[in-house]
């Protein structure tokens, strides 16, 4: 008896295909997890690209501090730089704090159709930029999106770097997310190099993230790199080439196809 339902058991995958019982939850969440790390990126991006530029002033020969007001400014005088078509980005400054307006956005990295308010907020901690930017009634990719981010900024001649504390997400995808990550980059070169961690909950489901050597530039999919997402039943994992088609694989080798809008 016990072999001929083992034998029925291989003839009903054999006859429905059903190689997986994973939840296309995983699958799903290691294909738009990625746009979470670039919709964060983006944003820092826009802020600190320019950092170290003009953003200090020099109150004795041998002493820089950084003067968060004009920061502000700059950082709001340029935010056309950063978003497209011109004008859809109304970024006013007052005093260390920046508040933009989008509607109907496009920036690089994925971001893509962002309308709503963002909250920028300039502070100083041991001689280093840090930047919070926090958003109202949000949407970005056609999901309502919450940015929530904090963002330190370090410099070496043209070299950056941005470590991330995101708490980001669209609501409609993800109940929570809390992400550590760190990017680096040539300043003014439009492409950045992401490593980090993510947790995320949805409903009863909870998965970590990892990102590692993920590479990206503007107008650009991403060249390098891979996430890896990891649920209950294992790891599932995105690798990126430099096209707009990527594949989900997940622990027992099968795969999902996916369009990474990118292009």
Known sequence: MKRFKALMS???????????????????????????????????????????????SAPTPMQNTIDLNAAATAIANRADAYYTPAGCAVATASGPTVNYTFNNCEGAFGLTSVSGAVKLELSESNGQLVLTGTSTDLTAG???????????????????????????????????????ITMTWEQGSGCVTMNGQSGSTRGD????????????????????????????????????????????????????????QCQ
């Open 142 to 180: 056609g999901h309502p999106f919450v940015l929530d981010l904090k963002a330190t900024a370090t410099r070496s001649g043209t070299q950056r770097a941005v470590t991330m504390t995101s708490h980001s997400h669209a609501t409609d995808q993800v109940d929570s997310r809390d992400a550590q």
């Open 10 to 56: 291989l003839f009903v995958v054999a006859m429905t295909g059903c190689y997986s019982t994973y939840d296309p939850y995983y699958y799903d969440y290691a294909y738009y997890d990625p746009y979470y790390y670039g919709y964060d990126a983006y944003y820092a991006y826009s802020w600190v690209d320019p950092y170290g530029v003009y953003y200090y």
């Open 205 to 260: 489901k909870t998965v970590t993230s990892t990102i590692t050597n993920y590479q990206r530039c503007q107008n650009q999919c991403p060249s390098a790199g891979k996430v890896t997402v990891d649920g209950k039943d294992g790891a599932f994992t995105t690798e990126f080439n430099g096209t707009s088609t990527v594949k989900v694989t997940g622990p027992n080798g099968d795969t999902k196809t996916y369009d990474f």
